[in-house]
Nanobody, 119 residues
Framework: QVQVVESGGGLVQPGGSLRLSCAAS????????MGWYRQAPGEQRELVAA???????TYADSVKGRFTISRDSAQNAVYLQMNSLKPEDTAVYYC?????????????WGQGTQVTVSA
């Protein structure tokens, strides 16, 4: 059993910052990738940022230069520092953790945390 718990969402004014945190626990063997997705009302879920076990990062074009993903492998944790937030960043943000066990991969999701950017 793997648990994914995220936190850090909230209400922030445009231009403000938030830091999202996510930690995986349980039967963790090897994390292939950890990332953040978001879904706004009426929109499809989209990848925001991801980081591999080797430290390679990927960002959506819309957040490049504003968001930074980082990880703490010892804690099986991933963070998303969000700066210069815009109203269009408003969404439910989901942490995902892809774990490899032998040659099988498993995807786990957090419960989601609401980020609202509004004046």
């Amino acid at each position: 059993q793997v648990q994914v718990v995220e936190s850090g969402g909230g209400l922030v004014q445009p231009g403000g910052s938030l830091r999202l945190s996510c930690a995986a626990s349980g039967s963790i063997f090897s994390i292939v990738v950890m990332g953040w997705y978001r879904q706004a009302p009426g929109e499809q879920r989209e990848l925001v940022a991801a980081i591999t076990g080797g430290g390679s990062t990927t960002y959506a074009d819309s957040v490049k230069g504003r968001f930074t993903i980082s990880r703490d492998s010892a804690q099986n944790a991933v963070y998303l520092q969000m700066n210069s937030l815009k109203p269009e960043d408003t969404a439910v943000y989901y942490c995902n953790v892809d774990i490899g066990v032998a040659s099988t991969a498993y995807r786990y999701w957090g419960q989601g945390t609401q980020v609202t950017v509004s004046a």
